[in-house]
């Protein structure tokens, strides 16, 4: 499987590099992320939750990524 990598940013958002997600995540570097918030009708927020075998915060109930 390739490996899934980052870009990380400065301060400004500005992109100064690429770093393996898992190494970006251990060193706590900045970089860029996107998270997807949907409401139905009732503004009922949509949750997942996440896989058990995930590295980070397995089984936690969270927004869509």
Not at 35 to 48: D, H, T
């Amino acid at each position: 499987m390739k490996e899934e990598k980052v870009i990380l940013v400065d301060e400004n958002d500005n992109p100064i590099g690429l770093m393996p997600k898992l190494e970006a995540h251990e060193k706590a570097v900045l970089h860029r992320a996107f998270s997807v918030f949907i409401f139905n009708a009732n503004n009922e927020l949509m949750l997942q939750q996440r896989a058990l075998h995930k590295y980070h915060s397995p089984g936690l109930w969270t927004n869509t990524c």
